[in-house]
T-cell receptor, first 119, second 110 residues
Framework: DGGITQSPKYLFRKEGQNVTLSCEQN?????MYWYRQDPGQGLRLIYY???????QKGDIAEGYSVSREKKESFPLTVTSAQKNPTAFYLC??????????????????FGEGSRLTVL | EDQVTQSPEALRLQEGESSSLNCSYT??????LFWYRQDPGKGPEFLFT???AGEEKEKERLKATLTKKESFLHITAPKPEDSATYLC???????????FGAGTRLFVKA
């Protein structure tokens, strides 16, 4: 079955450490996204990528970094510069056609999420 | 500024008690309004896409409708398994980013 796999499901980090969250998809989707979810708030966009080797900052990119070396993979690193990293992180993908498509208006497919807690 | 506002924040219903959730949006040129269901500790699951005012879609006990400024998710005769957070989202003006509301937490008691 096609889908999105996030790992680990739970992660604990000490102050000052960088951690990397994995996101892999086998849906053959071009576009991938990272969202952060905090209690009582909507999903906020961290980074997104429309095509391999290209990505853009979302609304809350400070303290995070990403890479998109393969179509299937879009890992997110939470760096020590992120002041309040405790949250639920969601990876998503969407069908797309890279830069040739002006608007990518399909629905998002989400992974099961990764919960990061800073000790 | 593109924005999505959902109300109420939480809704408690008895089994069989029908109701509606509201999603109001502000975006320049709607390119899709989405409803998702999210269970605790899980990723959101897609329910519906609506593209133009007057459009309606149904799935089991759920029916989504769309006007020029808002969308409603009507729940008819809900069951306890309908308990979840329902998220509304729109594409931003540029079309590449999806903007989410804070969600409505629905509790259905047997």
């Amino acid at each position: 079955d096609g889908g999105i796999t996030q790992s680990p499901k739970y992660l604990f980090r000490k102050e000052g450490q960088n951690v990397t969250l994995s996101c892999e998809q086998n849906l053959n989707h071009d576009a991938m996204y990272w969202y952060r979810q905090d209690p009582g708030q909507g999903l906020r966009l961290i980074y997104y990528s429309q095509i391999v080797n290209d990505f853009q900052k979302g609304d809350i990119a400070e303290g995070y970094s990403v890479s998109r070396e393969k179509k299937e993979s879009f890992p997110l690193t939470v760096t020590s510069a992120q002041k309040n990293p405790t949250a639920f992180y969601l990876c998503a993908s969407k069908r797309g056609e890279g830069r040739r498509l002006l608007f990518n208006t399909g629905e998002l497919f989400f992974g099961e999420g990764s919960r990061l807690t800073v000790l | 500024e593109d924005q999505v506002t959902q109300s109420p924040e939480a809704l408690r219903l008895q089994e069989g008690e029908s109701s509606s959730l509201n999603c109001s949006y502000t975006v320049s040129g709607l390119r899709g309004l989405f409803w998702y269901r999210q269970d605790p500790g899980k990723g959101p699951e897609f329910l519906f896409t609506l593209y133009s005012a007057g459009e309606e879609k149904e799935k089991e006990r759920l029916k989504a409708t769309l006007t020029k400024k808002e969308s409603f998710l009507h729940i008819t005769a809900p069951k306890p398994e309908d308990s979840a957070t329902y998220l509304c989202a729109v594409h931003d003006t540029g079309g590449f980013k999806t903007i989410f509301g804070a969600g409505t937490r629905l509790f259905v008691k047997a």
